[in-house]
């Protein structure tokens, strides 16, 4: 995860496809958000032909040449659906094995029996961040949103009530702590302690979940209020089976790739050794496409098996899970084409020249710098990079502490705002069966929210320190 870099995002942004100045790169882009918006909203389009148009327009507008603006869309969508496409299928698969075999009932019967009424945003955000730790936040959604929306259903909880706080402990986690890769890479470009970084984002993020997630929730639920999506929640399997797997052996089943991931991530930090035996075996059965086949697999027999299925059943089940998620991919996709358009035209090089005049504090600016380029790209990893490299040479004279919280300053700048030109908001917006202007309601305004408390948190942090 180290092996990312400042240089690597420079590669990208130092020959742009098109020769635009700063004033039309920075029209082009609100104009080619503004064509996603007004065909989703006022003319219904579906958001896969709208985000394609938009880019399509986004790059006219930038004056790119249209067969450059074709390929930058194509290597995105092609990029995105293979890093996280994958993940949403294997995460479904799983997911519908959970459903069907009861083992899903099983985990919403215990939650409810353990941790109801006003417990339970609370117990959603605990068990999101404990598992949005080692997972990168696509991962860490497909494996929780069955759970959230039975929950929701099940204990008829409203959906944001239940929802916001599991996307808060994931969002969090994702942007502020250790070993999630944009972290990472800002200690890298920086030079901050691991360490020092880790438990000083620990402190950060506690209040910002918090707040965040079942606090914000409140509100969330009260603009949104709207049912969990039927098309995503399989009935009540476990009326019909005459067994289901036990909560041990299910749990055990859905945090198995939670466990390898987190192995591979603490072996990475520990050893630090490419060449290290450990090291190379934790990197494989780590990896996130090798970590949720495993917990498939072993899905397979501590949850199909179990509940009696015989193999033709497993394996209708096993088709019938991926119908319902072919939108959800085309769509999260075209966000990643729209998001690589944006790069390709350079975006992220004219926010960062823009950027190298302002005369404010340090971490100010640094989460500004995150803000700006995370508004335009629509990617936190992206935001960050750009951003540790900017404020990079502003930390040789800082101490340990404040090195730190440059690095927390970058990530919670880097969450700002997600909207249409981040493939996660579209991510929520389909599991979630919500509409864009519902969808900026609940989740891009959490984001924000996480953003500015971050930012908050480590200015009244740097005051001590």
């Known amino acids: 995860m180290t092996s990312l870099s400042v240089e690597m995002l420079a590669a990208d942004t130092v020959e742009p496809i098109t020769s635009a100045g700063n004033a039309q790169l920075g029209i082009a882009v609100l104009a080619g958000i503004a064509v996603i918006v007004l065909l989703i909203t006022r003319f219904k389009l579906h958001a896969f032909l709208a985000l394609t148009i938009g880019s399509l327009a986004l790059g006219a507008f930038a004056g790119a040449p249209l067969d450059k603006a074709i390929a930058s869309f194509s290597t995105g969508l092609g990029s995105t659906v293979a890093g996280v496409g994958v993940l949403i299928a294997l995460g479904a698969i799983l997911g519908k094995l959970l459903a ?240 690589q358009t944006l790069i390709d035209i350079g975006v992220g090089q004219m926010i960062l020249d823009f950027s190298k005049g302002w005369a404010i504090p340090t971490l100010l600016l640094a989460w500004l710098i995150a803000v700006a380029i995370r508004l335009a790209t629509g990617s936190a990893t992206v935001a960050t990079i750009s951003a540790a490299g900017l404020v990079a040479p502003l930390a040789a004279d800082m101490s340990t502490s404040h090195a730190a919280l440059l690095v927390l300053a970058i990530g919670a700048g880097s969450l700002f705002f997600s909207h249409v030109n981040d493939a996660g908001f579209w991510l929520v917006k389909e599991y979630f069966g919500m509409n864009v202007g519902q969808t900026i309601k609940t989740w891009s305004v959490m984001e924000t929210i996480i953003s500015v408390v971050g930012i908050v948190i480590v200015l009244l942090l740097s005051l001590v320190l």
């Open 100 to 339: 069907d075999s009861g083992g899903a009932d099983q985990i919403v019967d215990t939650i409810l029996a353990k941790a109801g009424g006003r417990a339970m945003p609370w117990a959603m955000v605990l068990i999101a961040s404990i598992i949005g730790l080692p997972l990168f936040f696509e991962v860490g959604i497909v494996l929780l949103i069955p759970v959230v929306l039975m929950v929701a259903k099940r204990g008829n909880y409203s959906l944001m009530r239940i929802g916001i706080p599991a996307l808060a402990g994931l969002s969090v986690m994702h942007g502020l702590i250790p070993p999630h890769p944009g972290p990472l890479v800002a200690i890298d470009a920086i030079g901050a302690n691991l360490g020092v970084t880790l438990a000083l984002g620990l402190v950060v993020a506690i209040p910002t979940v918090i707040i965040a997630g079942p606090v914000f929730s409140k509100f969330a639920a009260r603009w949104v209020d709207i049912p969990a999506p039927e098309k995503m929640i399989p009935q009540r399997a476990s009326d019909d089976l005459d067994k289901r797997p036990s909560f041990a052996a299910t749990v055990a089943t859905v945090l198995l790739p939670v466990v390898l991931m987190m192995a591979k991530a603490l072996v990475d930090i520990i050893v630090d050794d490419p060449e290290n035996g450990l090291q190379r075996v934790t990197d494989v059965i780590g990896s996130p496409l090798i970590a949720l086949l495993a917990a498939v697999l072993v899905g397979i027999f501590t949850l199909g098996r179990a509940a009696g299925f015989t193999k033709e059943r497993i394996g209708s089940t096993v088709e019938k899970s991926l119908a319902p998620i072919a939108g959800v991919l085309l769509i999260v996709g075209a966000g990643g084409g729209f998001k």
